[in-house]
């Protein structure tokens, strides 16, 4: 059965209800967290819930919750295993529609699950690559605040569908910033370069993992701003997102990235995090 959590309870999905006055609905005043779980226990968790409280510190939502505690019963409801957890927090609902709010307000959280492949469990043959479009970044100034003002990443993802691609890479005043739900990393001459955080992309947990992983390892990265066609002539390009994990991108905008296969780089990658997925869940 699908088990939502809504506002402290436990429920059925078609049993939990929100207001039509929550600002989350009316303004996508809220923000959200996508957390993998494999074999029920929570992938980077630690720095989910940190990025979570940035959020809400951003948007001033006030809420003290034991979120692991909220969580971790939530997966066990829904039988654990393999699962991605959504979870969302909204300023809450007034008693009419009105941009202004007091601080009165409850906020409303939700979470939910669904299931999910494990990635590092099955393999690098069966990572598919993708293909990406480049398109214009119409997004505001403040990505690095997961709000689900997510209309404009709607938009691109769309549009790359269209154009029979898996992502849209986007592009602001020349630089490349990100995909519409992914982190964008591209090699050249063994290096691996990604564009600067800041408040332009959003600080991805799988991202800083990379970078953690490239430092331990010694492998050469540098955060940089990325042109076009510097993107274009990288002999490899990958994404990366907490339920996608690391991806190689072999065509973008119809154009093959280098030999069009999966890259040696993004092979010793993705082992590298097989490697780091075993630790935490065998303590190994
Ligand atoms: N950038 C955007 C816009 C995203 O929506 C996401 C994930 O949803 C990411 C990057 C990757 O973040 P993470 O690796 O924490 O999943």
Known sequence: MNIVYLNGEYLPADKAKISVFDRGFLFGDSVYEVIPFYQGVGFRLTEHLARLEYSLRAL??????????????????????????????????????????????????????TPIKDIYTAGPDDIVPMK??????????????????????IMVVHQAQAQ????????????????????????????IYTPKRGSEILGGTTREL????????????????????????????????????????????GDQVGDGEKGPLWSTMFELFIRYQQKLMTGE
């Open 60 to 113: 001033q939502i006030q809420t003290c919750q034991d979120w692991e505690a909220i969580l971790n019963l939530l997966v066990s409801q829904n039988g654990g295993g393999n699962l991605s957890v959504y979870l969302q927090i909204t300023r809450g609902a007034g008693d009419s529609r009105s941009h202004r709010y007091g601080d009165d307000l409850s906020p409303t959280v939700f979470a939910c699950c």
């Open 132 to 153: 990406v479009i480049v398109t214009a970044d119409l997004r505001w100034h403040r990505c690095d605040v997961k709000s689900t003002c997510l209309l404009p990443n």
């Open 164 to 191: 029979d691609a898996d992502e849209a890479l986007m592009m602001r005043d020349g630089k490349l910033t990100e995909g519409s739900s992914c982190n964008v990393f591209i090699v050249l001459q063994g290096v």
């Open 210 to 253: 990379i970078m953690q992983l490239a430092d331990e390892h010694a492998i050469p990265s540098q955060e940089v701003d990325i042109d076009y066609e510097m993107l274009k002539t990288a002999d490899e390009v990958w994404i990366s997102s907490s339920t996608r994990g690391v991806v190689p991108v072999i065509e973008i905008d």
